[in-house]
């Protein structure tokens, strides 16, 4: 029984039945990497349609018909979705220029964290403030002076 659900995945992922465990493992990390920029970038892949779609908005009904069993959804509250109100007092602005740069990929400077609050550039200054405070704690470092990227442990 299980060599036969061996099969019967490997077959599925389209994938060899002569894989070892390890290239198995690569090409599984592989693919959620690839699912995973895709889901970023609003794209779902549905496994369950009739159960999941309810939760997710509006179905790509064409997507679905070249997809076969799975279902590519846009979410459309994504789109929707408002960027957020920077805080007014300074215990909750030092925690959302944190959060702000723990979801960044890459250093960012005030005018970048700035675009991500419905404030815009009159917030801007405000964070400069607020990273040159972390800058000066040790929380944040910069190599240029401009741009910021919280410290991580080694």
Request: avoid cysteine; proline fraction near 4%.
């Amino acid at each position: 029984m299980h060599d036969k659900l061996d099969r019967l995945v490997a077959e599925a992922y389209g994938w060899p039945e002569t894989l070892s465990d390890e290239e198995i493992l690569a090409r599984l990390v592989k693919l959620n990497a690839e699912r995973a920029a895709e889901e970023k970038r609003g794209l779902i892949r549905w496994l369950r349609p009739d159960y999941q779609r309810p939760r997710a908005g509006v179905v790509d009904t064409q997507a679905a018909v070249e997809e076969g069993a799975q279902l590519a959804v846009t979410l459309a509250n994504e789109a929707k979705a408002q960027k957020p109100l920077f805080p007014t007092n300074d215990l909750e602005r030092t925690a959302a220029v944190f959060a702000a740069l723990m979801r960044a990929e890459k250093p960012l400077d005030a005018a970048a964290l700035a675009k991500t609050f419905r404030q815009g550039a009159k917030a801007e200054a405000t964070i400069a403030r607020v990273l040159a405070s972390l800058a000066r704690l040790g929380h944040v470092h910069s190599s240029d002076g401009k741009t910021f990227a919280l410290r991580r442990a080694a």
